[in-house]
Each structure stands twice: as structure tokens, then as C-alpha cells.
């Protein structure tokens, strides 16, 4: 893994993929949301960060963008809930937040993971054991 510069007005920032969180575009700025809590603006396109984040990122921590203005850590995805519009990211070490999103955006990253997911499995969704029913035999 290795770390990048980022340039905003005031100074020179040094990123470090694994300690970001989501990253939400808005207009011509990004604003990137890092574990630690802090918030910080850039003036760089959506396009330009997650490229960044994914070259400098190691296998642990790949970005997914989500929409047309969210970029994720795919790592902190613990749970998508479409229904209730909640994207739910968390580190395992007690930080998490709650994202809300669009019910269709949710929709379409269901679908994103379970195509990530499965790609990185061996064996093909329909090879995968399921338990038996209580009507077939043991």
C-alpha cells in the first residue's frame, strides 16, 4: 500500500487509502471522510479520487462507487438495507455510520456486491451447498 498527495488550498494533504472511510462529491469539490472522523475538502473530480484511491489501495481496501457522487471503502461495507434507504459502514473497531441513500442506489450496489462477491468465490452460486429442507432426506 502507498500513500498519495492531495492539494487543496491551504496545504498539502498525505491520504492513506486504508484510513478512509466514503468520499461524497459535490459539484467540483470532493469531501473525503476518513476513520478518524475528519473531513476534508478537495478540488478534484469523483473520477480522479477513486482512481487515485484504487492505485495507492491494498487488496484490503478497495473503493466502489456508489451513485453518481459516493465512493466507498468496500471493506467497511457491513450492511445494505434498501427498504430503510441505509447503507451501514463500520471498521469492526466501534466506528460506523450510517449512510442514506436512494432506494434504487441501494438496489443496484445489492446487486454490485453479489457480482463482487461471487466473482471472488471459486465455485458458482449454484455450486455452493445449501442445507436440505425438512422435506428432503437426510
Same mark, same amino acid.
Given at each position: 500500500m502507498s500513500r498519495f498527495c492531495l492539494r487543496n488550498r491551504n496545504e498539502l494533504v498525505?491520504?492513506?487509502? %486504508?484510513?478512509?472511510?466514503?468520499?461524497?462529491?459535490? $459539484?467540483?469539490?470532493?469531501? &473525503?471522510?476518513? /476513520? %478518524?472522523?475528519?473531513?476534508?475538502?478537495?478540488?478534484? $473530480?469523483?473520477?480522479?479520487? &477513486?482512481?487515485? /484511491?484504487?492505485?495507492?489501495a491494498d487488496s484490503q481496501n478497495r473503493f466502489i462507487k456508489i451513485g453518481r457522487s459516493l465512493i466507498v471503502n468496500l471493506r467497511l461495507i457491513v450492511r445494505v438495507l434498501p427498504q430503510k434507504n441505509q447503507l451501514i459502514l463500520a471498521d469492526g473497531c466501534g466506528w460506523?455510520?450510517?449512510?442514506?441513500?436512494?432506494?434504487?442506489?441501494?438496489i443496484r450496489l445489492c446487486q454490485q456486491l453479489d457480482d463482487f462477491f461471487s466473482s471472488d468465490n471459486e465455485t458458482h452460486p449454484s455450486e455452493r451447498h445449501t442445507p436440505l429442507s425438512n422435506n428432503e432426506e437426510k
Amino acid at each position: 500500500m502507498s500513500r498519495f498527495c492531495l492539494r487543496n488550498r491551504n496545504e498539502l494533504v498525505v491520504i492513506d487509502p %486504508s484510513h478512509v472511510a466514503y468520499v461524497r462529491a459535490d $459539484s467540483n469539490y470532493i469531501q &473525503i471522510f476518513f /476513520l %478518524s472522523q475528519q473531513e476534508l475538502y478537495f478540488n478534484c $473530480s469523483i473520477a480522479d479520487i &477513486i482512481n487515485l /484511491l484504487n492505485i495507492h489501495a491494498d487488496s484490503q481496501n478497495r473503493f466502489i462507487k456508489i451513485g453518481r457522487s459516493l465512493i466507498v471503502n468496500l471493506r467497511l461495507i457491513v450492511r445494505v438495507l434498501p427498504q430503510k434507504n441505509q447503507l451501514i459502514l463500520a471498521d469492526g473497531c466501534g466506528w460506523s455510520i450510517q449512510l442514506n441513500l436512494p432506494h434504487k442506489t441501494l438496489i443496484r450496489l445489492c446487486q454490485q456486491l453479489d457480482d463482487f462477491f461471487s466473482s471472488d468465490n471459486e465455485t458458482h452460486p449454484s455450486e455452493r451447498h445449501t442445507p436440505l429442507s425438512n422435506n428432503e432426506e437426510k
